[in-house]
């Protein structure tokens, strides 16, 4: 920022992200000009949560006046719409990092998806929720009038800017705590300075805010309409989720989802109930359409609101939701905890491990709701917090089953990097005599898909898993069998297809093995320090050689992860398998003077083949040159 200081005033510049913010509310969501009021009355109604919850532990915040409000006024001739509370309200540092900044993590990638296109990137403005910035839509110049609660009257401060590069920030004197906006409309805005006009919008968007918001009383007098000076109140300014399910419509579900999770878009699902017995409280939770920005950060706040008795507690209460539900917003009330209730007091609450539990449970039970009742639904829900849900099969014990059931996969069946293939889909196609379930997890679907490993399956027509998610590594060392069935990789291990295979196949792979057992003595001292054993196999039917991890060791492909993020994996050496019926092998059988430089092609090139890479890719394609130009002249 640079800073111009004219006695008190001050002229700063908005941070870069923050200029490309405004010139895209200005010039591309004119359209949906209306959320601007909706998300000014919501961050009004945040900042008085906010006091009532600083209130409880200081009741001198509330500086004798604890009824807390909205307004929303207008003035015809300064052609001026204002929306005020007596919340919180900020601090001059506040002031500047919360309208001069966006302090919040995917700002690079919020505006790399930017596309110009005016329904997309409302939509992409909703996910990342900034939505003082929208007063820009409507208005030419915005004026901030605003004093934290406690401090002296001295201590206001007044922000203003036009939307450009710069805004102006100046202390002054304020007799009131909290904050007042005020737009300076753009021409053709005219519209907006009508009551009758506002209260439609507040009616649509902002009726179930809990504070009053309240504006002039109106009449028609005198053939014009006349502002009394008297207020009313126009909202319900009711607790929406401690209203009766029969009483609230679709759209109140969805306009309530709108403040909580400060989206632009309806959500996908939600569900609404009253718990009682030991614990009594209510839950109004949602499942977004969209995934916030920070969905990936590992410490990004939570979307749950907690209230005790219908008053503000905390934002983002981690305790109330496992971390891999952290997509999921809404509110918890309950009637059993204290009202000075702290975070740490939340982390030692037995009643608080109920009601996380009971929250969890109502969400699962919305998804397997949904995934059997609205499959497209719920692929739609997979396809943007699949890989988030995974992450449960490790981290909630008492629910893995529950989550594994809602886990939807890539599979050898659809040969697609689809993910629509649960484990009871593949579970009712086994083959008679089947009694594992088979997957395999490499970097990429074509690498899983195209594995020497499935060669064999391919051949019997059994199905296999393809699993490509880094976290897949994370699920499949957590959870080892599904409705009594066994998950067994394809690529660890010996192979057994038990029943699946006849007693003459088996015979034949122990003949193979002894008739072998020179060559694969040969090729293991060959290659001593690079693998731990040589073995004939029979996955294979097209390719020379494979590697698989021992039953103990782990695989390759999460060395791989484990190496990529900067963690040490353990050293272990593959077992490389040889196909004793192709033509590398069987020449390799009958090689002497180059046996070494066989060996070691076969070896990388099943390296290769499982997305491995090589330590010296110089010396490789020099013994493969050397081989195929000796080749060429005999």
């Known amino acids: 920022m640079t800073d111009n200081v004219t006695s008190n005033r001050e002229t700063m510049g908005f941070q870069a992200e923050v200029k490309q913010l405004l010139q895209l509310m200005i010039h591309s969501l004119y359209s949906n000009r209306e959320i601007f009021l909706r998300e000014l009355i919501s961050n009004a109604s945040d900042a008085c949560d906010k006091l009532r919850f600083e209130g409880l532990h200081n009741s001198a915040l509330f ?13 015809k ?21 919360n309208l001069g900044t966006i302090a919040k993590s995917g700002t690079r990638e919020f505006f790399t998806q930017l596309s110009g296109d005016q329904q997309k990137d409302a939509n992409l403005i909703g996910q990342f929720g900034v939505g003082f910035y929208s007063a820009f839509i409507v ?50 805005q005219e519209d907006l300075l009508n009551g009758t006009k506002l209260r439609t919008i507040i009616h649509k968007y902002s009726d179930h805010i809990v504070q009053p918001i309240l504006m ?43 403040h909580v999770g400060h989206d632009y878009e309806d959500p996908l699902a939600w569900t609404h109930a009253r718990v009682e017995g030991r614990q009594e409280y209510t839950l109004l939770l949602y499942l977004p359409a969209r995934a916030p920005f920070d969905l990936w950060e590992r410490d990004a706040s939570h979307g749950i609101k907690l209230y005790v008795r219908r008053v503000f507690i905390m934002d983002d209460a981690t305790q109330l939701m496992p971390h891999y539900l952290r997509f999921v917003r809404g509110v918890v009330d309950t009637n059993d905890l204290p009202l000075n209730v702290s975070r740490e007091i939340l982390q030692e609450s037995k009643d608080i491990e ?18 059997v009742k609205d499959p497209e639904k719920y692929a739609k829900f997979w396809d943007v917090f699949g890989r988030v849900l995974k992450e449960g099969v490790g981290e909630d014990f008492a629910n893995k089953d529950k989550i594994a059931g809602l886990m939807r996969l890539a599979s050898t069946y659809t040969n697609s990097p689809g993910e629509t293939v649960s484990l009871a889909d593949y579970i009712s196609r086994m083959k008679e005599g089947q009694d594992k379930i088979y997957y395999i997890t490499a970097d ?62 088996k015979q034949e792979q122990e003949k193979d093995a002894g008739a072998f057992k020179e060559l694969t003595d040969k090729i293991k001292t060959s290659l001593s320090e690079r693998v731990k054993e040589v073995r004939v196999t029979h996955r294979l039917t097209d390719s020379p050689a494979c590697l698989v991890a021992d039953v103990h060791d782990i695989n390759s492909n999460l060395a791989r992860l484990l190496k990529a993020s900067g963690q040490k994996a353990p050293v272990s050496q593959p077992i490389l398998e040889i196909n004793p019926k192709h033509p590398v092998v069987l020449r390799l059988q009958a090689e002497e003077n180059k046996f070494d ?19 010296d890719p110089a010396s490789f394609v020099k ?6 130009l000796e080749m060429s002249s005999s």
Not at 354 to 371: F, N, P, Q, W, Y
């Open 63 to 75: 500086e004798n006046d604890s009824e807390l409000t909205i307004h929303v006024s207008y003035d």
């Open 77 to 97: 001739e300064a052609k001026t719409l204002t929306i005020s509370d007596n919340g919180i309200g900020m601090s001059r540092d506040e002031v500047i990092n």
């Open 139 to 188: 208005a030419d110049k915005v004026s901030v009038l605003t004093r934290r609660a406690g401090e002296n009257i001295d201590q206001g401060v007044s922000w203003e800017s036009d939307g450009g590069g710069e805004f102006a920030i100046e202390m002054v004197e304020r007799a009131t705590r909290g904050t007042a906006i005020t737009l300076h409309l753009r021409e053709g």
């Open 216 to 258: 002039k009383k109106e009449e028609w007098k005198d053939n014009a309409q006349q502002v009394l000076d008297e207020e009313e109140t126009i909202n319900q300014a009711f607790a929406l989720w401690a209203r009766p399910k029969t009483e609230i419509s679709d759209d109140e579900y969805k306009g309530f989802y709108k």
């Open 354 to 371: 109920a009601i996380r539990s009971g929250c969890t449970k109502k969400v699962l039970g919305l998804l397997e709701d949904m995934a």
């Open 444 to 505: 990429t679907f074509n690498a899983a898909k195209n594995s020497p490993h499935l060669e064999v399956f391919r051949k019997k027509d059994i199905e296999v898993l393809l699993l490509t998610d880094h976290v897949d590594e994370w699920v499949v060392s957590n959870l080892s069998t599904f409705e009594g069935k066994h998950l067994v990789s394809v690529a660890k291990g010996g192979l057994d297809l038990g029943k699946l295979e006849d007693e003459s196949e």
């Open 597 to 615: 430089d066989w060996a070691s092609v076969l070896f990388d090139q099943a390296l290769l083949a499982e997305g491995g890479q090589l330590d």
């Open 623 to 628: 013994r493969i040159n050397q081989l195929m």
